[in-house]
């Protein structure tokens, strides 16, 4: 019955597609991505108040105006495993990217280059002798920089520019169909940040304030706007974080407000735990998604493995991610 009528849907959206020109095949949540870094995935992917981290560049801008160090930070995050059992096509719309390398950024002094996977996947229905297979793949290279001012606050600007493709085939009540499209876009994110009391801080980032992504053969997307604000408790050992997160898609039946709690505590030097949920309800644990991981610092390097788990359709559904952070 599911993918009856996940079939229905993409059948009508095709369809839509071939004869106004107009909506490309991608889903609301097709430009969203996570984070660089396993570390704030485990953490409820909470992370707008955190400063002078690589991994807030994501959440807020604003965190690379706290990075003072002359070296390099650099990491890469890589999505190892995502159990999906039989609802592969259905995790494949929730979450749009599938396994592989997803990001690499770095950072230094005020000033971040990243590139991120905003989706990577591929979805296939069929309906007896009637299938659709799509593949979609959208990518960003961002420029980061942020400025502090004298009593701690700090603003900061990303800017990205977007590429990806688009491939579409399907046979539909005997009709054949195939097309191949690529695509263009750019989208600009303003970040605050600023001290509110000894280790807290208050985070805001007003997401795709201009965003659009141009498709062959297709009208242009733009990219959902959204507010994503909270606070941050962080000390040398222990980090506490709330983010609200609201978006603002431009299509599709979708209302997301997200509630995102994270902390890590380290046991030793070297050595921390992380735990975290996120969803629509804290209180309500079909809503949630656990999060979870460990982080370990030897040097010069930190390697973060986190994890996952949540219901869809009454199934359990697991990821696992791992990255590696080096100071140059």
Not at 49 to 72: D, H, R, S, T
Not at 258 to 274: A, M, W
Request: a negative charge.
């Amino acid at each position: 019955m599911l993918k009856k009528s996940l079939l229905s849907v993409w059948c009508l959206m095709l369809f839509t597609s071939l004869v106004f020109a107009k909506k490309p095949p991608t889903l609301p949540n097709s430009y969203n991505a996570v984070s660089v870094s396993a570390r704030s995935f485990a953490m409820g992917q909470a992370g707008v108040a955190v400063p002078g981290n690589l991994e807030g560049i994501f959440y807020n801008p604003a965190a690379i105006a706290y990075i003072q160090e002359e070296k390099i930070q650099a990491e890469m995050l890589f999505t190892v495993s995502r159990d999906s059992g039989d609802l592969k096509d259905s995790i494949n719309m929730t979450d749009p990217i599938d396994i592989g390398f997803d990001s690499f950024a770095a950072a230094q002094r005020q000033g971040a280059l990243s590139w991120r996977t905003l989706s990577s996947n591929k979805v296939n229905f069929s309906d007896g002798s009637d299938w659709y297979n799509k593949q979609e793949s959208i990518k960003a290279v961002t420029i980061s920089a942020g400025n502090k001012s004298d009593n701690g606050s700090a603003v900061g600007l990303n800017i990205s520019y977007l590429y990806g493709t688009l491939a579409e085939s399907s046979y539909i009540s005997g009709i054949p169909f195939a097309q191949t499209s690529s695509g263009n876009g750019v989208s600009v994110d303003v970040g605050f940040m600023a001290p509110v009391a000894p280790g807290i801080n208050f985070g805001l980032n007003l997401e795709n304030v201009i965003g659009f992504m141009w498709w062959e053969n297709y009208d242009f997307d733009q990219l959902p706007f959204g507010i994503r604000t909270g606070f941050g408790y962080n000390t040398q050992s222990f980090s506490l974080l709330l983010d609200f997160d609201k978006k603002f898609y431009r299509f599709g039946d979708v209302n997301e407000n997200l509630v995102g709690v994270g902390l890590e505590q380290y046991i030793t030097s070297y050595l921390c735990v992380r735990l975290g949920a996120q969803g629509s309800s804290l209180s309500d644990n079909d809503k949630l998604k656990y999060t979870y991981g460990i982080g370990l610092n030897i040097s010069t390097f930190m390697l973060s493995v986190s994890g996952e788990k949540y219901k869809l359709d009454d199934e359990n559904i697991s990821k696992y991610l791992v990255s590696l952070k080096v100071l140059i």
